[in-house]
């Protein structure tokens, strides 16, 4: 696929009296909450497509332009603040907007499935870090189709805060109100540590870790840091990435099976996330050969605004994530029935409630991470996770309520991502109830795991 860039600029916010934001105050400092600075410091890019009739890309400009004077912090800079902290810099310095075009049809040139030939649908996102904190590139072809890759940094908004920013630029780009809801941007002051503090939980070797040692010489003198990179790198060509489609009626037979231990009087049944969650960690357990005494773990974001009291806004912009970690011995996993890993994930899950975000904002506000040098485990550096998985979940997230006015998409999809044991689910584009999952394995892993990815037992 030849995707030619045809212009590259910077897009500011526009302040209007057209249903725009009110006029820009002066540049300030917003500081990143503990939420931000726990999570992963990358960019991460997501895929649209959508059929013709398509705006022009003035519109959609205009649209984009319409949206960052209300989402400012995507037209910001990252930056130190002037009292010493992580924060974004507010001064409509401007998000990037790319127009690219493909001289064939989307159905001959795009290949729907993983491939590394989906980033040249997207602004770089690898290597040295950009100023801009929000990347378009709207790619046309020939058949009048768009693809719209949109990559944005992790530490200004979670999934959920970046599909309402989507919403919102679709509806500008139609010419209709940004607003309401307006977007709940008060980070620097929502969470407040309590008085007196109250750290209930470990949040070391779970949110936070200790730094990196300095770098240790082998007898040869060389460096084991750099011996260690060098694998990864070697590994990294070896990790393929698989998309998989559960049927709504495999779901459904696979959430049966999952809750069919529970008694009858029961008033719950596993999730579809705790049962699909549960069957590929077994699955991929077993593909990778994992046998007893050796422990394996999943990460598992959790979405904070419900979970606390009270109630943290939907439309909260930032990041309010934290992470459940069920970990279970691999022989036992694999050898029990699918019922026993939804338990173990159910249980995990449920105890990231309040108490626990609340311990985290305490922990996180006392002092110690600062004092112990401590560092996020949310590691982007990580190219192999095995024994364990992360799973990221944007089921129940409206990224399909996207649309520039020609239509919601007709696909979507994360970026080319071989970060071994790093999957996503996503809900089909179908709307059926079907779920895609984005799998990447070692290669020689990857062929057991197809073998056995649709058993249930």
Request: charged share 25%.
């Amino acid at each position: 696929m030849k995707v030619e860039v045809e212009s590259s600029r910077i897009v500011k916010p526009l302040y209007d009296d057209d249903g725009g934001a009110a006029p820009a105050p002066w540049p300030e400092w917003m500081p990143l909450s503990v939420f931000d600075t726990v999570t992963y410091d990358e960019n991460i890019a997501i895929i649209y497509a959508f059929q013709p009739p398509n705006p022009p890309s003035a519109a959609l400009e205009l649209g984009l332009a319409r949206t960052l004077a209300v989402y400012r912090e995507f037209a910001g800079r990252l930056g130190v603040g002037p009292d010493g902290r992580r924060s974004v810099l507010l001064n409509d310095a401007g998000a990037r907007f790319v127009e690219a075009a493909v001289d064939a049809p989307l159905a001959v040139a795009v290949p729907f499935r993983p491939s590394p030939e989906v980033k040249r649908l997207h602004p770089c996102i690898d290597g040295a870090p950009v100023e801009e904190l929000l990347q378009v590139q709207v790619t046309r072809f020939s058949c009048g189709s768009m693809v719209l890759g949109f990559a944005s940094h992790h530490r200004v908004a979670d999934g959920q805060a970046t599909a309402s920013f989507l919403v919102a630029w679709g509806l500008a780009t139609r010419r209709m109100p940004v607003a309401p809801p307006l977007p709940v941007r008060d980070r620097p002051t929502r969470f407040v540590p309590r008085d007196p503090p109250l750290v209930e939980f470990p949040h070391r070797d779970t949110e936070y870790k200790a730094p990196t040692q300095a770098k240790k010489r082998d007898a040869n003198g060389a460096d084991e840091d750099d011996d260690e990179e060098e694998l990864g790198a070697a590994a990294h060509h070896k990790i393929k990435v698989h998309k998989l489609h559960f049927t709504k009626d495999f779901v459904a037979r696979l959430k049966a099976r999952a809750s069919s231990v529970l008694p009858p009087s029961s008033r719950r049944g596993y999730t579809t996330f705790e049962s699909l969650v549960a069957h590929l960690w077994r699955a991929v357990t077993a593909a990778r050969g994992l046998g007893a005494g050796e422990t394996t773990r999943i990460r598992i974001s959790v979405n904070g605004r419900a979970r606390m009291r009270p109630p943290v806004p939907r439309d909260y912009f930032g990041n309010l994530v934290l992470w459940a970690f069920p970990r279970c011995d691999a022989g036992d996993l694999v050898s029990r029935p699918v019922h026993h890993a939804a338990e173990l994930i159910h249980r995990a899950v449920a105890g990231v409630d309040d108490a626990y975000f609340r311990s985290f904002v305490d922990f996180a506000a006392s002092g110690a991470v600062e004092s112990e040098g401590l560092v996020p485990t949310a590691d982007t550096n990580q190219v192999v996770l095995c024994p364990n998985l992360e799973v990221d979940s944007w089921l129940g997230i409206s990224f399909y309520d996207l649309d520039f006015g020609g239509g919601c998409p007709f696909y979507f999809m994360p970026s080319y991502l071989p970060m071994e044991g790093t999957l996503f689910l996503v809900p089909s584009v179908l709307g059926d109830g079907s779920i895609e999952a984005y799998v990447p394995l070692f290669e020689n892993h990857l062929e057991e795991f197809k073998k056995i990815c649709y058993n249930i037992a």
